[in-house]
């Protein structure tokens, strides 16, 4: 059997990240930004209502209340939430504070500058930044650039082919793909997945023998268990640093020291899997990985052949589980 170290290095040599591409903005979300947005201005650009009420000037209501009201000198629009304030207008005025008797407004209440409001790039400043490069896009990013009037982005996302497979995991490879910022499509990819239900062992991997990668052309091809255990391993440990090298930017880490001590077999990558406790990392699973484990953990790391485990205290590196991020070689570990 191959290590994964070995077989990952000619094809991770032989990789690059893909151009970026324009994208809608409301199809960004999950995906690497391949470029720094700032607010291309204020907002709001104007005085904005947040409720039903009078829209006034707060210098002209200083002092008012009930037993010392003030008298404006016109009456003030009458405004909703989300409208535009009048110029010279600084806040709003709730009903009930004012009290109208033909053209005499009278005031008795006061207001402070935005009460009620939002004035004038308070929601965002020109230049303010509203995604980086590299940084995956967030809904919220989303929300703001769309806010913004931004309609489009530049992104780097990886273009996946997954082979029809058993449901299951096909719906779970897929899901977990788009978090890590790649696109599914169906043909032109940069990196395709296949099923690989055969009986031969390839890799040493545990779980997940069977997986194997190798380049078909430039494309790198990755072949899958169809067993779920040996599917989070192979993806884990194959796809993802494939996944990073295309997108150009690594996945973020967890540091975390075990608190109980953890063993692995000499000459074999293997996948464990932990849960944080308070007091630390807590070994669940290591190579025989069972659904039980799987619904515990939130994290989890590769176990390099040359280790047979680590003592209680050792600090060790893990990927969230949580964020499509888990323990593995990084691609700079292996070139």
């Known amino acids: 059997m191959i290590s994964l170290a ?13 151009s970026p591409v324009i994208l809608p903005v ?7 930004s391949a470029e720094t947005v700032v607010a291309p201005s204020a907002l709001p650009v104007r005085a ?34 989300g409208e535009a304030l009048p110029p010279g207008s600084d806040a709003v005025l709730p009903k009930d504070g004012l009290s109208l008797s033909g053209t005499i407004a009278e005031v008795t209440r006061a207001v402070a500058p935005g009460e009620n409001a939002r004035l004038v790039g308070q929601d965002l400043r020109t230049g303010d930044v509203l995604v980086r490069a590299g940084e995956r896009v967030l809904a919220r990013q989303v929300l703001l650039l769309q806010e913004a009037g931004i309609t489009r982005l530049t992104v780097c996302a990886p273009c996946v082919v997954i082979e029809p497979g058993p449901l299951a995991l096909c719906q779970w490879l897929s899901t977990m793909l788009a978090g890590a910022g790649c696109r599914i499509v169906d043909q032109n990819p940069d990196l395709a997945v296949h099923w690989n239900a055969g009986p031969e062992s390839r890799l040493a991997l545990v779980p997940g023998e069977v997986a194997f990668v190798a380049l078909e052309g430039v494309i790198p091809v990755v072949a899958l268990p169809s067993r779920f255990d040996g599917l989070i391993a192979a993806y884990f440990s194959l796809v993802l640093p494939l996944v990073e090298r295309l997108r150009g930017v690594p996945e973020p880490v967890r540091p975390g020291t075990l608190c109980r001590k953890l063993t692995s077999t000499i000459g074999m990558d293997e996948l464990a899997l932990f849960r944080t406790l308070p007091e630390g990392l807590d070994p669940l699973a290591t190579g025989a990985i069972t659904l039980q484990a799987l619904a515990q953990a939130d994290c989890l790391a590769l176990v390099p052949p040359d280790c ?5 205290g050792t600090e060790i590196v893990t990927w969230p589980l ?13 070139l």
């Open 308 to 312: 047979e485990g680590y003592p209680a």
């Open 48 to 81: 904005m209502a947040l409720r039903a009420g009078y829209a006034v000037s707060s210098l002209a209501c200083i002092g008012a209340s009930p037993h010392s009201p003030v008298w404006l000198s016109s009456v003030p629009a009458a405004v909703n939430p």
């Open 26 to 32: 409301s199809e960004a979300n999950g995906l690497i």
């Open 322 to 334: 949580d964020h499509g991020s888990f323990g593995r070689q990084k691609p700079e570990d292996i």
């Open 6 to 18: 070995d077989a990952l290095r000619p094809v991770l040599g032989a990789l690059a990240a893909v």
